[in-house]
């Protein structure tokens, strides 16, 4: 999987279809892997909403959606992948229920758990949190870029990094050896999604030129 820019739902969705028409924007500048619906405490029933809301504009755009948390809730809702944090389950539990051929990524935040994943079950890891970040209250201890590039260096699977990454950050993310980087608010939090991906997305082609 081609991590270069990674998406990631606001905490909470008031307006799908507002919602909707600003991913369709976003997406549309190019340049992005997936989209990660991360609905934290929400029901089977709201998650399955947002998952029919934002597959056909994703798969229209050839992007990804990956479902957090869940992997049996995201085999059922057919996504495209789900992505598990350390406190979950265990990477083989959710490669079990998935199956071998959807997307599984995992979160990583140290040189121990990133040189642990087993490249046969995992896809992709997402290393961090770079910096603190609003969007996530429960997050661990921040691991700056320094700690972003111990990690990724031992990760078997290409890395994206994560945690309060804006488009100024590309050129130390990919310099640090991440594959690209997960988003929230750098784009779901600007009154234009489209430009802030666009900028974001200029930025890695031009870090990666």
């Known amino acids: 999987m081609d991590c270069r820019l990674y998406l990631i739902t606001p905490p909470t969705i008031d307006d799908l279809a507002a919602f909707g028409r600003d991913l369709a924007h976003a997406l549309d500048a190019g340049d992005v892997a997936a989209l990660q619906v991360r609905l934290k405490g929400a029901d089977e029933a709201t998650i399955r909403a947002a ?52 997307i599984l990524g995992l979160s990583v935040e140290t040189e121990a758990l990133a040189a642990a994943v087993d490249r046969d079950l995992v896809d992709y890891t997402g290393v961090g949190p770079v910096f603190a970040t609003p969007t996530k209250a429960d997050h661990k201890q921040p691991i700056g870029f320094d ?23 590309v050129v130390n993310v990919l310099a640090a050896g991440a594959s690209g980087l997960a988003v929230v608010s750098a784009v779901c939090g600007t009154p234009d999604p489209q430009a802030a991906t666009r900028r974001i997305a200029a930025e890695i082609r031009k870090a990666r030129a």
């Open 147 to 169: 700690g972003l590039a111990r990690l990724v260096q031992v990760s078997p699977v290409p890395s994206v990094a994560i945690g309060g990454l804006k488009a100024e950050h």
């Open 51 to 102: 998952i029919d809301v934002v597959t056909p504009i994703c798969h229209a755009r050839d992007v990804a959606v990956i479902l957090n948390d869940d992997p049996m809730l995201a085999a059922k809702l057919g996504c495209d992948g789900v992505h598990i944090g350390q406190e979950d389950m265990d990477a083989r539990t959710a490669r079990g229920m998935i199956g071998p051929d959807m």
